[in-house]
């Protein structure tokens, strides 16, 4: 309840762009995998495509490796098999999935960080 109480004093009315922004996100992580499996090739149906992404998802949030590493690539392949896209472009499609929603976002917040840290150096405590 604790945690609930502080998600709520922190997003206060603000919480219709909370949630905008995090149905954008998966909108757009959706979009890269559609534009992934069209760039290789992989004709799919898109609501099928989109059930192989809301798996993956699903898979992402188990916590025994970040970001799902290793589950995202084996259930995304493996459903995007299913939904009739050749294994070898299911995985290649995944590859190209994860390159953009996973590993590119890793030096661009590294960067950010240091740009933060930066503008707003840390203030130490004087005893």
Request: charged letters at 15%.
């Given at each position: 309840?604790?945690?609930?109480?502080r998600?709520?004093?922190?997003?206060?009315r603000?919480?219709?762009?909370?949630?905008?922004?995090?149905?954008?996100?998966?909108?757009?992580?959706?979009?890269v995998?559609?534009?992934?499996?069209?760039?290789?090739?992989?004709?799919?149906?898109?609501?099928?495509?989109?059930?192989?992404?809301?798996?993956a998802?699903?898979?992402?949030?188990i916590?025994?490796?970040?970001?799902?590493?290793?589950?995202?690539?084996?259930?995304?392949?493996g459903?995007l098999?299913?939904?009739?896209?050749?294994?070898?472009?299911?995985?290649?499609?995944?590859?190209g999935f994860?390159?953009?929603?996973f590993?590119?976002p890793?030096?661009?917040?590294?960067?950010?960080?240091?740009?933060?840290?930066?503008?707003?150096?840390?203030?130490?405590?004087?005893?």
């Open positions: 309840m604790e945690q609930r109480d998600v709520r004093e922190t997003l206060g603000r919480w219709p762009e909370a949630l905008a922004a995090a149905v954008g996100r998966w909108g757009f992580e959706y979009f995998l559609l534009v992934a499996l069209e760039a290789i090739g992989a004709h799919a149906d898109p609501w099928l495509v989109l059930l192989a992404f809301v798996a998802s699903a898979l992402g949030m916590p025994l490796t970040p970001g799902g590493l290793g589950f995202v690539e084996a259930g995304l392949t459903t098999a299913l939904a009739g896209v050749h294994a070898d472009l299911a995985v290649l499609a995944t590859l994860r390159l953009v929603s590993w590119l890793i030096p661009a917040g590294l960067i950010a960080a240091w740009l933060f840290r930066r503008r707003f150096p840390r203030v130490t405590a004087r005893a």
